[in-house]
């Protein structure tokens, strides 16, 4: 009787302690599987808010790919473009997202990908505007979105020709800006610049000047990630899956 006893009660704990490691496993898995991306969803083609509210674009289905081959669930924070270094910095996100260029300037504070996609800057106007070269440009307000490196080209070109730049949070207002004619100008990605001036019906001209870095992923600085994300990059590359994503997004450019 006493040794049945016993017998179960030894069955018992085994199954109970079982249980609990399980449970204990599934919370860590759990806690690693969000990949947390900070990105700034005005800069269509590359990430755009749609009618819904959901963020869409190339870096999002790019994003999602490289969660997806990491066994990852990918979660977006939205905000302004020059509080995402520091988002990283501060840990609040793993990866930055946002058509960010690899400069040597954020090198210092955050560590990058191998580059995933390159462009130009261009200025622009609305669509009779006489400025046509970089030379018109003196006496005018050239709007730039805060923390990018459009800002940064403008201000060296200030140095030159002299013109008011207008840094402004998001690059959505600098549209509205041009529209209602509180800028003459706004200088921007290429890519980015394509798109409006086919949906709004602007106009604008190359900048000769410029030659940015890539654009590349995003990571604090001695994040385990960029070895492993450089990997799916590089796959993507030899598998066919960057063009597709290119060809769905950037075609017009
Ligand atoms: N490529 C430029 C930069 O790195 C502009 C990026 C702006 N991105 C954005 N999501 N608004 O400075």
Known sequence: MKKSFLFITII???????????????????QQKVLTMGTSADFAPFESTDPSGKIIGFDVDLANYIAKQLGDKLEIKDMKFDGLVGALQTKRVDVVLAGMSATEKRKKNVDFSTPYNRSGEMFLTLKDSKIKTIDDLKGTA?????????????????????????????ST?????????????????????????QKQGLAGFDDPTSSSPGMAVAFPKGSKLVNDVNKVLKQMEQNGKMKELKDKWLKNQ
């Open 12 to 30: 018992f704990t085994l199954i109970i302690m079982a249980a609990c490691s399980n449970a204990n496993n599934q919370g860590a898995n759990k």
């Open 142 to 170: 050239v709007g730039v979105q805060l923390g990018t490196i459009q800002e940064e080209g403008a201000k060296k070109l200030q140095e030159k020709i002299n013109f008011d730049v207008k840094p402004l949070d998001n």
């Open 173 to 197: 207002t600098l549209i509205q800006e041009l529209l209602s004619k509180r800028i003459q100008v706004a200088y921007m990605d290429k890519s980015v610049a394509t798109g409006y001036i």
